[in-house]
């Protein structure tokens, strides 16, 4: 119904049930972020990409933009340019909601002496009388230094106004909370303090619940990264930020709900309260550590990408919006410098390369790529912008990883061979299967070294120069509802992408005076990296040609890096020691990096 009071329309999204109000000409991603529905909006609605259609049912929408002409043709429009001018309902096709994906939460666990930054105490002070009017605060501060030989000199606000009635309930029995000297929480005696570690990823968050007095792992989930109905990559997220500060302050909210909703669901799981939680550490790349913090990104956009903070900060939880312990703080890693920030921190020190005697290439594979190479004692590390593809996006039939889609793909005799996740219907093909595709494709000639199809090198190629595309999956095949196909601007794309890790890892070779051939060992981290077939990886030329043995995949390190100084100081002092140890080499002003990059593009 329309509202002409405040010139407000309603918005329906079905089939999913939900709806916004919203002013009148806002366009329809607006309102989809409004209502909660998670569109693909790979550009952050700059209108280039074309992931975010959908098709209008009913109600009035501004005229369509030039950009929304291929959308059109198919009866869809793109909800980032089409404005509802009256209350309108919408139908949105299964392949623009970011579904559900496989998030990668595991990894290589590493021993570590548990000693977190917080530790606890059980006291029972004698309740007051009246020859005993000691302030309780007072009271617990003393029965603390009698009982325990700790002393306090401060005690959180919020901590503070639960105290009366805490002990009130509980006989004068409480459990004290003590970070650097500050009594953070109170709390039941014998209750055990809860701490979460958490990888902040581009395209997703893992996170992992942790008993800081056992050190066991509660609960772990993964879930998309709610900034990306904002865009995809982290140069459209700071596009958006740039447009104003409730752009940049909404990009931080969004974001801090998502953590508050993951932090719920895995206390839920362990049958605890997230208010329990009374310290977390958040890695991300340098753009998302800034916009989880709340700080500018504008010059993270601009040469000489410049961090607005690189050392180890902490900072109280409730100045984020997380709504943890009244007294909970944060505590975030170093960055390096460019992109590469806390995560590839993290990743370092969980799979231990940078205390390798051996030359070591370390990569954290994602929409971001950070890559360290280890050799004779030093440590350099660049990040490359290795895009969204590997996540499907700007793929023809392209999509995260959900049920459906394709994953494994092997050329044999003949015959197409795939598996799709949870062995569902195909819809579409993810970064692995892509790989596999294009790797498969060029062992038997189908594609060439530049890219191109060979229209006669397989009865499923089909069209002609630039249409040039090969059918995966034909429509009817396994339930599938229409053609998978692999295009030859997919394999663009993925030459675009593997070229720029491999540029980063040959570049930060000629910087150390080394061979290809003298890496004793690479180690692919990240929910890409787990995923991927390293020999597809080395058959489109993304990897060295080393022997197998060689590559060790080791999931989520961020992660687990994390979760390492969540539960270790001795840890996150070691976080600072890697990061003034590497040497940072920034790509795009390498004078041989447009040379290694162009090379890197052809396919072995």
């Not at 700059?46 to 109600?59: D, F, H, K, N, P």
């Not at 009866?75 to 299964?94: K, M």
């Not at 929409?367 to 593809?389: D, F, W």
């Amino acid at each position: 119904m329309t509202d002409e009071l405040t010139d407000r329309v309603t918005v329906d999204f079905e089939p999913l049930g939900r709806r916004a109000r919203v002013a009148r000409g806002a366009t329809l991603l607006e309102a989809a972020r409004q209502a909660g529905v998670g569109l693909n909006a790979v550009c952050g609605g700059a209108g280039t990409c074309g992931t975010c259609r959908v098709r209008v049912v009913s109600g009035q929408v501004s005229p369509p933009t030039a950009a929304e002409q291929e959308s059109l043709a198919e009866g869809f429009r793109l909800a980032c340019q089409a404005c509802a001018l009256d209350d309108v309902r919408v139908d949105v096709p299964p392949a623009s909601i970011t579904a559900p994906q496989r998030a990668q939460i595991e990894g290589r666990e590493r021993p570590v002496e548990l000693d977190p930054a917080v530790h606890s105490f059980d006291v029972a002070p004698d309740p007051p009388s009246l020859t005993d009017l000691r302030a309780d605060a007072t009271r617990l501060r003393e029965a603390l230094e009698e009982q325990h030989g700790v002393t306090v000199n401060r005690c959180d606000h919020g901590a503070l106004c639960q105290l009366p009635a805490l002990l009130r309930e509980h006989g004068w029995n409480a459990r004290l909370v003590i970070r650097d000297g500050e009594v953070i929480a109170v709390a039941p005696a014998g209750t055990s303090p809860l701490g979460l570690a958490v990888d902040i990823g581009t395209t997703k968050v893992a996170a992992y619940l942790v008993d800081l007095e056992s050190g066991e792992t509660l609960a772990a989930a993964g879930v998309m990264n709610p900034q990306i109905a904002y865009g995809e990559d982290v140069m459209a997220r700071i596009a958006y930020a740039m447009d104003g500060e409730d752009q940049a302050r909404e990009l931080q909210r969004v974001l801090a709900e998502g953590l508050n909703d993951l932090a719920c669901k895995l206390c839920a799981q362990a049958e605890r309260d997230s208010v329990e939680i009374v310290e977390a550490v958040l890695v991300g790349n340098t753009c998302m550590h800034h916009l989880v913090l709340g700080l500018p990104v504008e010059q993270l956009g601009l040469a000489p990408y410049v961090a607005a903070l690189a050392y180890p900060y902490d900072v109280k939880a409730q100045e984020l919006g997380l709504r943890f312990a009244p007294g909970a703080y944060v505590h975030l890693l170093p960055n390096i410098a460019g992109f590469v920030g806390a995560d590839h921190v993290s990743m370092l020190l969980a799979a231990g390369i940078h205390e390798t005697g051996e030359v070591a290439v370390g990569l954290d594979i994602g929409t971001n790529t950070e890559i360290s190479l280890a050799a004779n004692g030093r440590l350099l590390s660049c990040s490359c912008a290795s895009g969204p593809a590997f996540e499907g996006a700007h793929i023809r039939d392209g999509m995260r990883a959900a049920p459906g889609a394709v994953e494994w793909v092997r050329l044999a005799d003949g015959r197409v061979e795939y598996q799709t996740i949870d062995d569902a219907p195909p819809v579409g093909i993810c970064g692995s299967g892509v790989l596999d595709a294009v790797a498969e494709l060029r062992k038997i000639g189908v594609i060439k070294p530049n890219g191109a199809m060979n229209p006669d090198g397989h009865p499923r190629v089909r069209g002609t120069g630039a249409h040039t595309e090969f059918v995966l999956v034909p429509a009817g095949e396994r339930g599938a509802l229409r053609d998978v196909v692999v295009t030859r601007k997919d394999v663009n794309e993925i030459q675009l992408a593997k070229a720029a890790i491999r540029a980063g890892v040959d570049v930060l070779l000629e910087e150390a005076g080394l061979e290809e051939q003298q890496i004793e060992r690479v180690v692919v981290a990240g929910a890409f990296g787990t995923y991927l077939d390293v020999g597809s990886a080395v058959a489109v030329g993304m990897f060295p040609s080393l022997p197998r043995e060689r590559f060790v995949q080791v999931g989520n390190a961020a992660g687990i890096g994390a979760k390492l100084v969540l539960m270790s100081r001795r840890a996150r002092t070691m976080t600072q020691d890697i990061a003034r140890r590497v040497e940072y080499v920034e790509l795009t002003t390498h004078p041989h990096f447009v040379e290694v990059y162009t090379m890197a593009l052809m396919l072995p």
